[in-house]
């Protein structure tokens, strides 16, 4: 590793294609309290917590394999003590001597911690001016204004972060984590006031064919366009999500088994019929399942990715529920 690079002013990591980190540059080392021989050779999921694991095998796995390139992933590592570190990482595949690597940038998302402790020093001044009259007026002016200040550049930090971390950056709609959130707060609703739901997973047919016939570039624009079909098709409370590759999710609020089927043959129906000009035609196999008093994060997805198995193993183009296998 190059000198300049070894002391970059971001951090670095490359690793093989099965995750075993190969090279890190001091700038990280320092930065996590790590040596070369903790990380050299080491894993690259043993410093991720186990929600980070999920979003590098839904996320960063997928698109580096589709795509060769990840481009503003929001992430935790966890440094020597055990602390999770945010990071915002780039990662970009190729081939060196022969042999694929992955090799990332990293760069600390401390600024907006730093905003945080910035915004409570100036609030502490303000409240000490307040009780010292003889300089109150200016000094309180002043200070609201940096107040207002800081405020809106931390509104703006915590806006894009947030926008990072929940879209999918090929298609624009909502991702895998912003998924699970959204999952989550439904199953709440459900034990609070019994208000049923159903979820749709969504398979494009063949998809892999498309890729080896058409080119990744055109795989790309298909994923990008049915992502545009889901949404323009749903109502306004539902959530349409990546769920990783070329399968998405739909959750339906307050909708239960008999509607949801209605909607998902809708969809296959619409898909089937909308314009496929890159490939000429294009279907979905779609799976269901409908949350009941049992159901779990867990259990209702595996459900409907039940479902989908058999929508796929009956010919695909169709939509089957759980609750018909």
């Not at 959530?239 to 949801?260: H, S």
């Amino acid at each position: 590793m190059e000198v300049r690079l070894k002391e970059a002013p971001c951090g670095f990591i490359s690793f093989d294609h099965s995750g075993y980190i190969n090279e890190v540059n001091n700038t990280f080392l320092e930065w996590m309290g790590y040596k070369q021989e903790n990380l050299v050779g080491k894993h690259i999921e043993s410093f991720l917590t186990m929600t980070n694991k999920l979003i590098f095998h839904s996320y960063f796995y997928p698109n580096i394999n589709l795509h060769g390139y990840v481009e503003e992933l929001f992430i935790n590592f966890t440094n020597h003590t055990g602390e999770s570190i945010p990071y915002l990482m780039n990662a970009k595949r190729f081939r060196q001597d022969g042999n694929e690597v992955i090799d990332c940038s990293l760069v600390q998302m401390k600024k907006r911690i730093d905003y945080e402790l910035e915004l409570r020093s100036t609030k502490k001044q303000m409240e000490e001016a307040y009780l010292e009259k003889n300089r109150a007026l200016a000094k309180l002016e002043q200070i609201y204004l940096e107040i207002e200040k800081k405020q809106i550049e931390l509104m703006e930090i915590n806006s894009g972060l947030v926008k990072i971390s929940n879209t999918d950056k090929l298609t624009g709609i909502s991702n895998r984590r912003f998924f699970q959130k959204k999952l989550e707060e439904q199953i709440v609703i459900y034990r609070t006031v019994e208000k049923t739901f159903s979820l749709l997973i969504i398979d494009i047919d063949h998809f892999k064919k498309v890729n080896d016939t058409y080119g990744h570039q055109i795989g790309d624009i298909v994923l990008a366009k049915l992502a545009n079909i889901l949404k323009i098709q749903v109502r306004t409370d539902d959530i349409v999500a990546r769920f990783g590759g070329e399968e998405f999710t739909i959750i339906l609020p307050d909708t239960d088994f008999e509607e949801a089927i209605l909607i998902a043959q809708k969809l296959n129906r619409t898909i089937e019929l909308a314009e496929w000009t890159e490939t000429g035609n294009l279907t979905v196999s779609i799976g269901l399942a409908t949350f009941s008093e049992n159901d779990t994060e867990d259990s209702i997805v595996k459900k409907a990715d039940q479902a989908l198995y058999v929508s796929k193993e009956k010919g695909r183009n169709r939509a089957t529920h759980f609750r018909n296998l």
